[in-house]
């Protein structure tokens, strides 16, 4: 029997969960999905400059996961936009941060001062949540 997945810790889902050519009709099997821990990994590391080990203490999980889920996304990223196919994040394994203390850490979109989704920097600032 296998091991039960490990839910990883994420701050928010994306705003817009959809990306992709605009002049082509979305095609079932054409799509690449991309799952919500995977979108929150490249947020932690290539948004917010995060280090795997930083990310992987924030999501909550190993950093060797973390490195699997970042190639993982990397590779969905490169796909969707070098064959021009939509981009879908959804599914996965996750623990939604709520923004009401119980702490994702200082990656936390809101502790960012700014509401859902547009924190940029590594900043320690304190809003409504705390480490």
Same mark, same amino acid.
């Given at each position: 029997m296998a091991r039960p997945r490990k839910r990883r810790r994420v701050c928010g889902l994306p705003e817009i969960n959809r990306f992709g050519p605009l002049?082509?009709? !979305?095609v079932a099997g054409e799509n690449v999905v991309m799952t919500v821990d995977e979108y929150e990994t490249i947020r932690l590391i290539d948004l917010e400059g995060f280090t795997q080990? !930083?990310?992987a203490e924030q999501m909550n999980v190993a950093r060797s996961t973390i490195q699997s889920i970042y190639v993982e996304a990397r590779k969905k990223l490169a796909e969707a936009l070098v064959n021009g196919k939509v981009l879908s994040i !959804? *599914? *996965?394994t996750y623990l939604l941060c709520d923004g009401s203390g119980n702490g994702c850490g200082r990656g936390c979109r809101y502790r960012q001062g700014q509401g859902r989704g547009h924190g940029r920097g590594r900043g320690r600032g304190r809003g409504p949540m705390s480490d």
């Open positions: 002049d082509l009709p !979305e080990e !930083e990310c !959804e *599914g *996965g």
